[in-house]
């Protein structure tokens, strides 16, 4: 089986949630439950990744994606059917930096050395993978040489109400240009923004960060709010980073003979553009998703 780690980018608020809650936030985003970190289930990014690629042809799709028909007497238009399985798996997507409003340079993309740890796992096999950054006792903002985000005349960095000492370290840097590598074009962004800060405030930064708006719903007779039409919602903000990993085996349909590394190419050959998450319809999860440049590694068992 090969895997090919992926880079996906939010253009605009993206909400994955899990349905009700009974917590503050009526509608809050998915998160692993040991951690607290934010996700994208794979099933997601399946299912959309899948439409967007139905320009392939038929046998390709299928041997991807499993072969879809509709089946007499099933509910809905379509159901699964079929005598093989797809070829594609595509894991979740997890966040490795998030925007952050800084006092100076708009805002900050945000890491910690265990989501970079956790990221480096998915990145495993890659050339250039950046060592590991080491923890350290905090509150502590390391960064990059010309950083944008550090206050030239204190020497420190001002993210939302923290206040926070710097200190320069060349494999911050090292990070920002390996993950600007999936999108070459972001480069100077990431290099300028990108800043590691200890776990426990990037713990912090996970639960008071994220983008919280509050929604109504308007009655069509009366003009004015419904009743009980009022709740709060969460996402991800723009320009949140995330990391994740395709695999795939060869294909298992017989008219279409294809290597896992056919699979892979297929799947993810260039940059696509995504819709993911819920309320698409006022703008949430305009993404792309991106791999990095090289040759894909294999896992043997």
Known sequence: METRPYLLHA??????????????????????????????????????????????????????????????????????????????????????????RSFVGTFALVSSPLLLELARRDLKGLEGVPERLKRVEGPLARVGKGNVTVAPEHGKLFLEDLDLDVQEEPAVEAWARFLARALPEEEELMRERFVVVDDETMSFLLETATQVDTRVRIDSTTGSVAEGALWQEESLPAETLLVGVLAAGPSLRQKTPLGAGDVLNRALRETAWLQLGGKATVGRGRCRMAAWPGPSKESRR
């Open 11 to 100: 253009l605009s608020p993206l909400h994955a949630g899990t349905g009700r809650s009974v917590g503050i936030i009526d509608l809050p985003i998915a998160r692993l439950r040991a951690t607290n970190i934010p996700f994208i289930p794979g099933s997601s990014i399946k299912g959309v990744l899948r439409e967007a690629r139905r320009g392939l042809p038929e046998g390709e799709w299928e041997a991807l994606f499993g072969p879809l028909r509709k089946v007499s007497g099933a509910e809905g238009d379509e159901a699964w059917e079929g005598d093989h399985a797809g070829a594609l798996v595509v894991g979740d997507a997890r966040l490795v930096a998030l925007p952050v």
